[in-house]
């Protein structure tokens, strides 16, 4: 009996550090990079508009709790667009192409932390987690559990936030992005997004066996085209839509075939999301265009 106490306590232990492993969460740690601040484990576009002097992605005092937080406000980049503010917990490339995330093995049900947001405009900010492994049968980063939650209303002081996760796979990841948005598609001037203390809460064991194993996209990694092999009804009521990492769709047209071919030659190097819809449930596989 007192072993098995033991080991009880040593699993919810071993539960709790899983859970809090989002790196930086408490968004404590920075790190200066030439003219700016740039959170440890995050990244954002401020690389990108470092000549213009002009930073989406910044330091906030004081934090709740700590003594910082995540400042994402959308800015005007010299008249020529409005930037949203940005960041990933993992690596882009010079490009602001997505790399990679951060290894992650737990299964949790929601995102947790605190946010103040509020927009100018007509176009809210977004939350985006995908938690992903890697297939060695197909070659690919198979999507286990996805959440894309477009902010609503606004937060003038700090409010606490639990979002869901939505599991469409029982297999454990081993990847994990999240990203913060302070924009939609149409950003407006000093739209803000504030985010504090994050992490993951609770544990989902298995999902409906129904949405598991019904549906492969390859090649993965592809570079023009790619095939979704499903078995989802062709009924004219079935759709396939294609989005990016931040939740935005890109094409969504019918399911006209049981292995249907997709054209990708206009989209650029990245990660990208598909989904195909019907009304026997869904189902979403991630797949890389590399050329």
Known sequence: MKKFYITLVLTTICSISLFSQIPNGSFEDWTTTGNYEEPVSWTSYNAMTDELGIYTC??????NPGNYFLKLTSKNMM???VLPGYAMCGSMDID???LSGFPFTGRPANLTGKWQHMIFGQSQGLVVVQ???????????VLIASLEYTLTGMAM????????LTYLDARTPDTCII???????????????????VAFQGNVVGIDEASVNNMQVYPNPATNQITIDHLFPVDGKSTYMVTNILGEVLLQEPVTASKQVINMESFRNGIYFVTVKS???NSTQ??????
Not at 58 to 63: L, N, V, Y
Not at 157 to 164: E, G, K, R, V, Y
Not at 286 to 291: A, L, P, Q, Y
């Open 58 to 63: 910044e330091k906030g005092s004081p934090g």
């Open 79 to 81: 008249d020529i667009a």
């Open 96 to 98: 602001n192409e997505i």
């Open 131 to 141: 938690l992903t492994k890697w297939d060695v049968e197909t070659q690919s980063q």
């Open 157 to 164: 002081s700090w409010t606490n936030f639990s979002l869901p």
């Open 179 to 197: 990203a913060f948005v302070s924009s939609g598609d149409e950003p407006t001037i000093n739209d803000y997004l504030y985010v504090d203390n």
């Open 279 to 281: 009304d026997q449930g």
């Open 286 to 291: 991630k797949v890389i265009i590399n050329r």
